[in-house]
C-alpha cells in the first residue's frame, strides 16, 4: 500500500502540473516540433516588408524586428512557460521573447532571400548571417544546434551555466501569473500529502 499511494502520488503530480502549465496540452509538443523545424511563412510577414528601408542590411532588419516586437515572457503573451509560435501568431500578438522574434525574422529573410543561420542554446534561440557581430549572448559556442541551410550540428554548448538558471527562474517561476502558481502549488502540497500519509500510519500503528 505505501508503495502504491507513493506511485498515485507521483502520477498525480506530473498530470497536475502539466494542466496547469500547458491547459492546452497539445501546446508544448507544438513548440518542441517547432523549436527543430520552425514553421516560417513568408507571406504572413508581408506587411513588415513595406516598413524596411530600401536596400536595407540583415544587421538594420534585424534592429526593425527586434524594435517592431517587444520582449515579452511566454507567460505573458501565450499563457505558457514556454511556447513556440507560428509566424502568423507571432505576428498578431507584436511581441515576445527570442522565438517570437525569430520566427518573424527568418519569415522576412526567406521572404527577401537573405542566407542566415539558426542557432540554439539552452537558453536562446537567434540567427546568424554574414557581418553580424557576436555577443555574450549569441556566438557559435553557447550553441548546441545550429542549422545552416541542410547542414545540421549539434555541440556541447560552452555557457555559464549559473546565469542560464537564473534566466530560466525568472522566464518560468517568476513570470508565472500569481493563480497558476497557487494551482501548482497546492497540487505539489496535495501530492506531497498523499505521499507520506503511509509513513505517517505506520509510524501511528507501530
Request: hydrophobic residues 45%; proline residues 10%; aromatic residues 16%.
Amino acid at each position: 500500500m505505501p508503495g502504491k499511494n507513493r506511485r498515485l502520488a507521483l502520477v498525480f503530480l506530473l498530470f497536475w502540473s502539466y494542466f496547469v502549465l500547458y491547459p492546452r496540452p497539445t501546446a508544448l509538443g507544438e513548440s518542441i516540433y517547432h523549436l527543430f523545424a520552425p514553421p516560417i511563412e513568408a507571406e504572413a510577414i508581408i506587411p513588415l516588408l513595406a516598413g524596411l528601408p530600401p536596400g536595407a542590411t540583415p544587421k538594420e532588419i534585424e534592429d526593425h524586428i527586434l524594435n517592431a516586437f517587444p520582449y515579452y515572457h511566454d507567460w505573458q503573451v501565450y499563457g505558457f512557460p514556454w511556447y513556440f509560435p507560428t509566424t502568423a501568431e507571432a505576428m498578431q500578438k507584436g511581441k515576445g521573447d527570442c522565438k517570437t522574434r525569430f520566427i518573424v525574422l527568418a519569415s522576412v529573410f526567406e521572404a527577401m532571400e537573405v542566407p542566415y543561420k539558426l542557432l540554439i542554446s539552452p537558453t536562446h534561440i537567434w540567427i546568424s548571417y554574414a557581418g553580424k557581430e557576436e555577443t555574450p549572448l549569441e556566438n557559435m559556442a553557447a550553441a548546441f544546434f545550429h542549422q545552416d541551410g541542410e547542414e545540421i550540428t549539434f555541440q556541447l554548448p560552452y555557457v555559464d551555466w549559473l546565469e542560464s538558471a537564473a534566466l530560466a527562474w525568472e522566464a518560468f517561476w517568476v513570470q508565472m501569473p500569481p493563480p497558476r502558481r497557487t494551482l501548482l502549488l497546492s497540487g505539489a502540497t496535495f501530492a506531497l500529502l498523499l505521499f507520506l500519509a503511509p509513513v505517517r500510519k505506520r509510524r501511528l500503528s507501530g
